[in-house]
């Protein structure tokens, strides 16, 4: 089983939504040949659809709301208005990620089935929902500003630029432009050459600021709130943390697995040859080359034994075979102190648990063994409903500190990789003890 | 002598098989699971078996399985359990079955062929087997149980060395000292264990191992 760890993180982006992958380009003749431009000026026009059609959404909700104490009708039909609701947000995110580029991220659903009064309470549990009320309430102002701006943007100054074919079929044959009379061709191409270039560098300009308009209130209010994207990524990051702990500690059992069917096996087959060798030594005769080999069989058998001591840390078979009791009480046979070992787990915690408990264990009394000249040492283990308490101390001389950089650091970190609580005591003059919680629901 | 060996690993198989017809004991079948361990004791009916604890499927204790089946419906055939760790937990299923003609070894000891052997031969004659790292396991997890932590540190020698199948002469070589002394020795561990003494090696370091284990 192999797992690529990095796959699983969720590249999401920190908030609601990226900025537009695409804006007018500032240059006035590069703006008006860019279709960023074209499709922002069709999006603006969109916006008094889109506005009326959240209008009549609105309208229905405020009747539906009234209707509520009616019941029957009332409340079927505000969960309805309150789904349409959700589906028109979701238009407009397709609508903005395709005129302008902006992504927004997908808002979290309320529930909409006939179990009513459920749904309306998802509904109003939503932060959500008071948000895209307040924007379909706002777009209705926002799309009347942004129509007509887009509208005046392009047809004042196409009006004025087509001014010299059309002058003189004008009432009078004149345009009057405020105090500035158009009754000649040189004054109509005057007019219209103003037109052009101010229209070609003014009107890229407003249809920029009033999508900047637009897009803001899509960013404000269409958008994830700040607090449910942090809670939805502090969900996230938990999740893929569980995964990538499981993922770890599969890791270990496989790294085990493999050392004992490889490597493990191969030196107890070769110690077994040496063994064989060793024997018909023996009976030959030849107590020199016997020597020699039996040299080699007990350095393999050191070796098997090394070997044999790094897999068992790695995870013992025997813990998930028969769970921490079995697993600890050859650690503790193995501690070069007396260690009084308690263990009452049960029912037993999950594989993951179950190993952050033993290598607590471990770490602990490897760390006794190195630095604490204690002359003994306890463990006990207790499963308090979905809690697992470890504790594991010593008499020693005490100082242990996390900073000093020994294997207390890597407990602690794993420990809080399951979301467990680590504590130390360990007072100079000792004693030290090791506290450890460990979730098990 | 006529033996069934159950390894997974064919490499393992293989060097045990050799080993052991090399030391003139006959290997009627070599199997790689448990399941086919029974069958074959089934068929051979074999003087012992020796078996890997970890085998498929699983690869948990198939093999300790095995073995407590074998000494179930065959009384007759010893078993002895090979495994990469020795636990104090399965040395605890194999004694109490209330019965001997059982061993519990590392496998590194197997490259020790007369010793192999020796241990393959007791536990055929019914004797009780077990490695000195089990005994080890055994006599700390019982530090917590009271008699245990009243022994002499010779005492506990003489009972470890007891726990691992030894004669009192043997124990007597181990210890340099006189057989009369590992005698007192013994007694003395027995009244401090309360415990009647019994006839044969083997009956003591049960009673011994069912107490540790108990």
Aim: charged share 25%; glycine share 8%.
């Amino acid at each position: 089983m192999t797992e690529n760890i990095a796959g699983f993180a969720t590249g999401r982006a920190r908030t609601g939504a990226r900025p537009p992958r695409e804006v007018v380009p500032g240059n006035p003749l590069r703006a008006l040949a860019s279709p960023v431009l074209w499709r922002a000026s069709i999006h603006l026009v969109l916006d008094g659809l889109v506005a009326l059609a959240g209008l009549a959404v609105l309208v229905v909700l405020v009747l539906a709301v009234c209707l509520a104490p009616a019941g029957l009708v009332g409340l079927p039909v505000t969960v309805v208005v309150g789904w349409a609701l959700f589906r028109l947000a979701a238009v407009e995110r397709v609508r903005f990620a395709v005129t302008c580029g902006l992504e927004l991220d997908e808002l979290p659903a309320p529930v909409c089935s006939w179990r009513l009064v459920k749904s309306l309470q998802s509904l109003v549990h939503n932060p959500c929902t008071w948000r895209l009320i307040g924007y379909f309430v706002l777009l209705v102002p926002v799309a009347v500003v942004t129509v007509v701006g887009v509208a005046l943007v392009w047809a004042v100054p196409l009006t004025l630029v087509l001014l010299p074919a059309y002058y003189r079929g004008l009432p009078g044959g004149e345009a009057q432009l405020g105090p500035f009379v158009v009754d000649s061709l040189p004054r109509a191409l005057l007019v219209a050459a103003v037109a052009l270039l101010a229209g070609a560098v003014l009107s890229p300009l407003i249809v920029k600021l009033l999508l900047a308009l637009d897009t803001a209130l899509a960013v404000a209010l269409l958008s994830r709130p700040r607090g449910m994207e942090l809670e939805q990524r502090v969900n996230d990051l938990t999740e893929s943390r569980a995964r990538v702990v499981d993922a770890a500690e599969a890791e270990r059992k496989r790294i085990e697995r493999d050392l004992h069917d490889g490597a493990q096996q191969r030196l107890v087959a070769m110690s077994i040859t040496l063994g064989r060798a060793s024997s018909r030594l023996k009976k030959s005769g030849d107590h020199e080359t016997n020597k020699l080999v039996e040299d080699v069989r007990r350095e393999t058998l050191s070796t098997i034994a090394e070997l044999r001591n790094l897999a068992r840390g790695l995870h013992p078979p025997v813990l998930t075979d028969r769970g921490l009791e079995a697993a600890l009480s050859a650690v503790a046979a193995l501690a070069p102190v007396p260690v009084r070992l308690d263990v009452l787990v049960e029912p037993r915690p999950s594989s993951a648990i179950e190993a952050v408990a033993y290598f607590t264990v471990t770490e602990a009394l490897t760390n006794v063994a190195k630095h604490a000249r204690a002359t003994r040492a306890w463990v006990e283990i207790r499963r308090e409903g979905a809690r697992l308490d470890v504790k594991v101390g010593d008499d020693g001389r005490g100082g242990a500190d996390l900073a000093a950089g020994t294997g207390l650091t890597g407990l602690a970190d794993r420990v809080s990789g399951v979301d467990g609580r680590f504590r130390l005591s360990s007072p100079a003059g000792g004693p030290t003890v090791i506290e450890v919680e460990l979730p098990c629901g | 002598m006529r033996v069934v060996l159950a390894e997974d690993s064919a490499l393992l198989r293989q060097g045990i098989e050799l080993l052991l017809s090399e030391q003139g004991i006959e290997v009627v079948a070599a199997v790689g699971d448990g399941e086919q361990l029974l069958r074959a004791v089934a068929e051979h009916r074999p003087d012992a078996c020796v078996t890997d604890v970890r085998m498929p499927p699983t690869f948990l204790d198939e093999g300790l399985r095995a073995a407590l089946a074998v000494r179930a419906r065959w009384p007759e055939t010893g078993v002895l359990v090979l495994s990469h760790y020795v636990e104090e937990r399965y040395a605890i299923d194999l004694v109490n079955t209330n019965d001997n003609g059982v061993g519990y070894l590392l496998k590194d000891r197997v490259s020790d062929a007369e010793e192999f052997v020796d241990a393959l031969r007791r536990v055929a004659a019914g004797e009780t087997v077990l490695d000195p790292e089990v005994v080890k396991q055994l006599l700390i997890g019982s530090r917590q149980r009271d008699p245990l932590s009243t022994l002499t540190p010779r005492e506990r020698e003489v009972l470890t060395a007891m726990a691992g199948g030894r004669s009192n002469a043997g124990i007597a070589a181990d210890l340099v000292i006189g057989t009369a002394a590992v005698e007192k020795y013994i007694r003395s561990i027995f009244v401090k264990f309360d415990l009647q003494q019994e006839v044969g090696d083997h009956r003591r370091v049960l009673a011994v191992l069912r107490y540790l284990g108990a």
